[in-house]
C-alpha cells in the first residue's frame, strides 16, 4: 500500500509582532527620556586665610545692597528685575561677554537679591564670575577683597 507523502508548509517567521514591539519600546524610552539640560553655576569658595584668587583686569561690576538693589559700574538701575540687570551688564561690558563680572554683594543683602544677579549674569551670557569677599582678620574693621571664580558650564 502507497501512503501518499504530505508537504508540510515551509515554517514562516512572522516579523510584524518583532516589529510592533520594537517601536513600542523605541517610543517608550522617547518619551521618558529628558531632553533638557541644565545649566549650572559652580562656585568655588576661597579659603579663609586666602588673597587675591585671581587678577582681574578690568571687570564689570555689579553691586547689590543690603535692601537689594543693583548697580553696575557705580550705576544705580532704575529697576531690579534680570532684564534689566542683563541689558545693564551687556551695556556695560560693551557687548564683550567674555569679560569678567565681579560679584560685590553686602553681607546683609538677601540671598535671592544674589541669586537673581547670578541668574541675571548667567541669562546675559557671562561666564566669567567672580565674587568679591573679605579677608578674616582679628578684628572686623578689615577691607581686604579675595575673589572666588566661578565658570558657567
Known sequence: MKFPRRTLPDPEVNLT????VVFLLLIFFMV???FTRETRLT??????????AEGLSDP??????QGGRYSVNNQVLDSNDTRTLG??????AQGDRRRAVLLVADSEASHQA???AMDAIGQAG???LSIATRQPTSDDNSTGTANSSAEQE
Not at 509582532?17 to 510592533?20: K, V, Y
Not at 562656585?43 to 587675591?52: F, G, T
Not at 564689570?60 to 545692597?65: Q, R
Open 17 to 20: 509582532p518583532l516589529i510592533d
Open 32 to 34: 521618558s527620556t529628558t
Open 43 to 52: 562656585v568655588d569658595l576661597p579659603e579663609a586665610e586666602a588673597a587675591n
Open 60 to 65: 564689570v561690576e555689579v553691586t547689590v545692597s
Open 87 to 92: 541689558a545693564a551688564l551687556v551695556s556695560a
Open 114 to 116: 544674589v541669586v537673581t
Open 126 to 128: 557671562f561666564s566669567r
